[in-house]
């Protein structure tokens, strides 16, 4: 199907997840952080949709937006201190910090500026009808290895996780 | 107006991971600095699924990796930061000092 309106949206989704983005580091209560947070996530799952990737825009939402920053809400009700609120929210260095968060800036522009021709305007256009059957197949043969690598690793984070906060080691 | 094309996403995802480093730089809650994290997370993710748009669905099965990863890395991160509470009464990265001589 011929999408409609795509500059539109993509104008509104990547502001809408810029937005939030400078919302996360520039509130003092980590609540209203979580909560940009979560928006500019589901904003980027659209994103996803618009490039065709509908199965990692599910994985979007149900895990990062689902999963991920319900464990962060979690820790922040555990954590959360009024006392840190009406403390500085930011630390001494974050002159330096900003400098050289610019000069990396500074460096995207000058790589896309350069290479702007190695990413071409013309996209083939995939078909997102059976998108997630080709990625099961993928996942399944030939990063068959990787995957069970991933398992592994989630295992050892679960194990670590308990461990970290428990309450005698 | 020009057509969106993968530069488009790709500048996107630029902004968001600077975004990102200046919260990890200048945020002294350690929950934002972790949220900032995922903000860089999120970045390359979008880069790789925009690319995946060129060259075939690798990149959407790397993202689902990066997706993983980012999961382990929340969950042993925060569980860090709840002993690190029980012990400090504090969630401030700069006065996470017991290892600096």
């Known amino acids: 199907m011929q999408p409609v309106a795509t500059t539109f949206f993509f104008y509104f989704l990547s502001g809408l997840t810029l937005a939030s983005g400078v ?25 996803y949709l618009m490039l065709y990737a509908p199965f990692v825009a599910g994985v979007q939402i149900i895990l990062y937006a689902g999963g991920i920053m319900v464990l962060f809400l979690f820790v922040i009700m555990l954590v959360n201190l009024e006392r840190s609120q009406k ?3 930011f630390n001494k260095q974050w002159l330096v910090g900003i400098v050289a968060a610019a000069a990396l800036g500074v460096l995207f522009v000058l790589v896309y500026m350069k290479g702007a021709d190695l990413f071409p305007v013309r996209m083939t256009l995939p078909t997102e009808s059976n998108n997630t059957q080709e990625i099961g197949v993928m996942l399944y043969g030939q990063y068959m290895f990787a995957f069970e690598i991933a398992s592994l690793l989630l295992l050892v984070a679960i194990i670590g996780a308990v461990v970290m906060a428990k309450k005698r080691i | 107006m020009a057509p969106i094309g993968t530069l488009h996403y790709l500048v996107t995802a630029a902004s968001l991971f600077v975004l990102g480093v200046i919260g990890v730089l200048t945020r002294r809650n350690v929950v934002i600095v972790l949220m900032s994290i995922e903000l860089i997370l999120n970045a390359v993710n979008l880069n790789l699924v925009a690319f995946s748009r060129i060259w075939g669905l690798h990149g959407q099965v790397f993202a689902i990796f990066v997706i993983t990863d980012a999961a382990a890395e929340a969950a042993v991160g925060l569980g860090i930061l709840i002993a690190f509470f029980r012990n400090r009464e504090t969630v401030n990265v700069d006065e996470v000092d017991l290892l600096k001589w």
């Open chain 1, 23 to 47: 919302l996360v580091i520039t509130r003092k209560n980590p609540v209203h952080s979580a909560l940009a947070l979560i928006f500019g996530l589901l904003a980027q799952a659209g994103l």
């Open chain 1, 87 to 89: 403390e500085e929210q």
